[in-house]
């Protein structure tokens, strides 16, 4: 696992340069550009902020829609990520086939392509809890946001892990795409992105929620953007370990698979 690990950080400027060009190659075309990674979280947010303020307010939960705006943001990068990375080995076929290249490094470049997209929606969250604690009576922002890249690296390895496991997978099961995309759906509703765990009356419930690997991801989220409040150190722990233990499986998986990934392609 060490000798996988360092075989990616020799390649880290191939991976660089192929993140590069799958960046560049999505806006190809466009007249906007990169522009898109800002204006589709603007777009969100605004949406959510018109819905939720107007249309279908919540009583129970002041600044609702940036409370869900908070829980969307880390979720469409992980599941954007793990959706893509099914096909990120089976659409380079050629690079794959070649002797000296790392097939590792295809969905790391799938995840650092979807951070980038992150990265760049995080200062409108940023705005949007600044802007929210100037209208309201309490805080949505405050010191403990500077414990943001420790959360961006925690779900970088977690996310990694997965799309490594998963792409290497769908070369052997091409039906595997489909049943993410699936599972996906029902992923979400069992993450609290919607609705505020703490809310949640029934305790065997909150417990069984609390397994779900995205949780502790979304509700760090939600601590530093909208409670104005450092992580739980339960929500931190379950992010090393979930993180961690991901990137593991990640590894073995694809070390076990990785003789078979040419002939299969």
Known sequence: MIADLANLFR????????????????????????????ANPLLLLGVYTLVFTWFFPRPDMK??????????LPWTFFAGSVL??????IGNAGLVKKVLFPAEALPIVVVLSHLVHFMLALPILLF?????????TESHVGLSVLLTPLLLLLQLI?????????????????????????????????????????RIDSQPMRIL?????????????????????????????????????????????????????????
């Open 128 to 136: 949007a809890s600044v802007g929210a604690s100037l209208l309201a």
């Open 11 to 38: 390649y880290r400027q191939l991976i660089a340069s192929l993140t590069s060009r799958d960046l560049k190659a999505r806006y190809r075309g466009s007249v906007l550009g990169f522009f898109w990674s800002l």
């Open 158 to 198: 977690f996310v990694a892990g997965i799309a490594m496991a998963i792409s290497s997978s769908s070369v052997l099961f091409r039906d595997l795409r489909d049943l993410i995309a699936n599972v996906m759906h029902l992923w979400f509703f069992l993450t609290p992105i919607i609705y505020a765990l703490d």
């Open 63 to 72: 600044q609702f829609w940036l409370f869900l705006f908070t829980g969307i």
């Open 84 to 89: 893509e990375s099914t096909g990120s080995i």
């Open 209 to 265: 929620l609390r397994l779900n690997p995205m949780t502790p991801f979304v509700r760090a989220y939600q601590s530093l953007f909208y409670y104005a409040a450092a992580p739980e150190p339960l929500d931190l722990t379950l992010m090393g370990v979930y993180a961690f233990g991901s990137l593991i499986v990640g590894l073995i998986v694809f070390e076990r698979l990785r003789d078979t990934l040419a002939e299969a392609i």
